[in-house]
């Protein structure tokens, strides 16, 4: 099972995707794996001023397809995947990803599948905005 939202985020929301990965059987549960993705303030040597994702409308249900996917393959028992809405300033949450398995190298290869995915599939178009830093 996964769950995957598409909202404004802050770090007050972790809590909630911790929980919702503990969901289910918890006899062979052995650990949650997190993963908060936050913009960046500078790039080269240049001030990012804004990042803009241009999301698709259907990102809720390619995050889900990711999430499931990746859990699958790892043998995670869940997927929790918060993403953040457009146009982002730095400092900004991007996303969190929770996974919860029953050893540490599954949540830890499913996260990493999932970010790395979110960063090639559903980041592909992102566009930073940056002014030049001054010397």
Known sequence: MS???IQPLDLSLLPDAIRKTLAGDMDRLGCVVSFTGIVKRQRDGNR???LRFG???DVEKRLRSVAEEAQKRHGAYQV???HNLDDLEPGSLVM???????RREQAF???R???ERIKDEIHAGAVEFCE???K
Not at 96 to 102: C, F
Request: hydrophobic share 60%.
């Open 96 to 102: 969190h990803v929770v996974v919860s398995a029953e």
């Open 3 to 5: 769950f995957v939202s």
């Open 55 to 57: 999301l698709p409308q």
């Open 48 to 50: 990012i001023r804004l």
């Open 132 to 134: 030049a830093q001054e």
């Open 109 to 111: 290869d499913a996260a």
């Open 80 to 82: 929790a995947i918060l």
């Open 113 to 115: 599948e999932i970010v």
